[in-house]
């Protein structure tokens, strides 16, 4: 499964809020993950579990950050198996074994991630 989600990859741990006893995603991440539900919502994806069982996932992501400010890779990546898990496209994002191929480069005019998930069938 391939797909891509525009908008500028954010983290949830950058900027985060406390409110009450609870620590809020930053605000960056909060409307990037809303754009990308959108988005999700519009492709109308089958989830990895309709297209391939109950099984584990690589998941190669090609963020396109839109500068060159030191991004945390390892955070894109949370970030992204909880919008995915969020919203369904995969039920749990433990079932994500592998990031093998997972990169970041700069793309200041088109900013997105490219993301291809592939059962591993063991």
């Not at 500068?67 to 369904?88: F, S, Y």
Request: aromatic letters at 8%.
């Amino acid at each position: 499964m391939k797909f891509i989600l525009y908008g500028h990859p954010a983290t949830k741990k950058n900027s985060s809020i406390i409110a009450g006893r609870r620590l809020l995603p930053s605000k960056a991440y909060r409307t990037y993950a809303k754009k990308c539900k959108q988005q999700i919502k519009t492709m109308k994806l089958d989830t990895c579990t309709e297209l391939y069982g109950n099984c584990t996932l690589e998941c190669t992501a090609i963020f396109y950050c839109k500068d060159h400010r030191k991004r945390d890779l390892v955070n894109l990546m949370q970030a992204l198996a909880d919008i995915l898990e969020e919203n369904g496209i995969i039920e749990d994002d433990a079932l994500i074994v592998s990031w093998d191929g997972t990169r970041m480069y700069v793309d200041k005019e088109n900013p997105r991630v490219e993301v291809e998930l592939t059962p591993i069938i063991v």
